[in-house]
């Protein structure tokens, strides 16, 4: 049995705590308030000049201008985004650093690996989800196929054999062959590269056959006659190639893949951050110059949406492409 004493020595504590905690609480949002007071860090987990990177880029100067501090770009490539997120995850949950998300990273990573090291539903607060790229199946101008239908009958005169390249594993360009050899039949041997820009090379050069790529990325190629365009994974074709098929036209039947890229930062955020980057995100977004300056390089920007929202999206997509992976067979380990 308690004694009254014992239980008054354990009221006084526990009021001795309260009173001790109290400062602390008030303080919280006082910081939140004065937030921000340093630079910003913003995590790209992919290699600069890849497509996302663009993208990232293009919001991290408006942010600074309307929070009145410097983001500060951080490229983490390597592994479909899979290396920068994780660090990302990890990072204090103070609201100074910002991360880069994507259908690769926060999906496709999560049906890849056994353990990829972060939970984007439980280590993230998704901010918003910004809008969609485009990705271009492209061949090197030296390769004789000029559409898609050739590029399968290689494939299928070479079981296997036919090599095509990526930013990583787990990228959307990685899960666009992937969807290639489901929705044709046809076996490919897929080479991960260090980010966009080298598989691009890697492409040119004839070290592999073809890739899918963002359009930010290899528009400039394209028109500089290095690569050559054979279709567009997105449902309708691209603003900045109109000429070019969607995969379904090309007769590749149910083929969509639209990749979209938004924003997070570490779980325990404080809410009134999270609220506030929102807010600016949303507004950056729908800026004629910004919508202007990311649709010229195929970037398709979204509607303002809600962090309820960009989380929804996160684990939409999971319940659809996991599924996916898992009959594929594909696996970064």
Do not use: C
């Amino acid at each position: 049995m308690v004694s009254p004493r014992q239980t008054l020595s354990r009221r006084q504590a526990m009021t001795g705590t309260l009173l001790l905690s109290l400062p602390l609480l008030a303080s919280a949002p006082a910081r939140a308030a004065d937030w921000p007071e340093r630079p910003i860090r913003m995590i790209i987990p992919f290699a600069a000049g890849a497509g996302a990177d663009t993208v990232g880029r293009t919001f991290g100067e408006e942010l600074a201008k309307a929070l009145g501090q410097p983001v500060v770009i951080d490229n983490k490539g390597g592994a479909g985004g899979l290396l920068g997120t994780a660090e990302g995850a990890r990072a204090p949950a103070d609201g100074y650093t910002l991360l880069l998300t994507s259908q690769g990273a926060t999906v496709f990573n999560m049906g890849l690996y056994k353990s990829p090291g972060y939970d984007p539903l439980k280590d993230l607060i998704p901010i918003a989800t910004t809008g969609i790229l485009t990705n271009v199946m492209v061949v090197s101008t030296a390769n004789p196929a000029n559409t898609v239908a050739d590029v399968i009958a290689q494939a299928r005169a070479k079981p296997g054999e036919l090599t095509y390249g990526s930013s990583g594993v787990g990228s959307s360009l990685h899960m666009s062959g992937v969807i290639l050899e489901q929705r044709t039949g046809v076996k490919l041997q897929h080479v991960p590269y260090r980010g966009a820009p080298a598989a691009v090379l890697a492409v040119i050069n004839g070290e592999v056959t073809m890739g899918f790529f963002n359009a930010p990325t290899v528009v400039g190629q394209i028109k500089a006659g290095k690569l050559k365009a054979l279709a567009v994974t997105t449902k309708d074709r691209s603003v900045i190639m109109p000429e070019v098929l969607t995969m379904m036209e090309a007769g590749v039947p149910d083929f969509v893949v639209a990749t979209w890229l938004g924003f997070a930062v570490p779980n325990g955020t404080p809410a009134p951050i999270v609220a506030r980057l929102n807010a600016e995100i949303g507004r950056i977004a729908q800026m004629p110059q910004v919508k202007e300056k990311l649709l010229v390089q195929g970037f398709e920007v979204l509607p303002p949406d809600t962090p309820a929202a960009a989380r929804k999206l996160i684990a939409d997509d999971q319940a659809l492409w996991l599924p996916i992976i898992k009959q594929s067979g594909a696996t970064a380990e």
